[in-house]
């Protein structure tokens, strides 16, 4: 501990560099994958806004379960869904396993008022917060 305490004091400009370069990759990760939306604000921004919730995995996933109200369009089907969304007066929210797909999606849709859900299902379930299963067609 003790070296390093000695480097930061003999190499002030280098440590002052790694620092800004730590912030501005915080920075930049936030900005790149979007706004993102707590599982307990989740709630309120679809009672207040109506927003569209919408599940990016694919239909095996979401039909073992997923958030109540939430619409299933796989994200490797998002581009036929573009117009769309864009058109869409509602808020979006995109939700996937643990949220960085979330982010691609949100790009791609360039949707004025959209979220990305923060940590996606996976979040969601640690919260102990509930999913819905969608009923199996026999």
């Known amino acids: 501990m003790e070296r390093w305490l000695e480097f930061m004091g003999n190499h002030p400009f280098l440590f002052g560099a790694?620092?800004?370069?730590?912030?501005?990759?915080?920075?930049?990760?936030?900005?790149?994958?979007?706004?993102?939306?707590?599982?307990?604000?989740?709630?309120?921004?679809?009672?207040?806004?109506?927003?569209?919730?919408?599940?990016?995995?694919?239909?095996?996933?979401?039909?073992?379960g997923h958030i109540s109200g939430s619409r299933n369009i796989p994200y490797s089907q998002i581009t036929s869904h573009l117009d769309e969304l864009k058109a869409s007066d509602r808020p979006l929210v995109f939700i996937c396993n643990l949220g960085q797909v979330a982010g691609s999606a949100l790009q791609k849709v360039g949707?004025?008022?959209?979220?990305?859900?923060?940590?996606?299902?996976?979040?969601?379930?640690a919260q102990g917060l509930p999913l819905v299963k969608s009923k199996t067609k026999a």
Not at 18 to 25: A, C, E, S, T
Not at 43 to 54: D, F, R, S, T, Y
Not at 112 to 125: C, H, Q, V
């Open 18 to 64: 790694l620092g800004v370069l730590i912030v501005l990759f915080f920075v930049l990760e936030g900005q790149r994958n979007g706004r993102k939306i707590s599982p307990q604000s989740l709630g309120i921004l679809v009672k207040a806004k109506n927003a569209i919730l919408i599940d990016l995995r694919d239909g095996k996933d979401f039909r073992d």
């Open 111 to 125: 949707h004025a008022d959209s979220y990305r859900l923060d940590g996606g299902i996976s979040n969601w379930k």
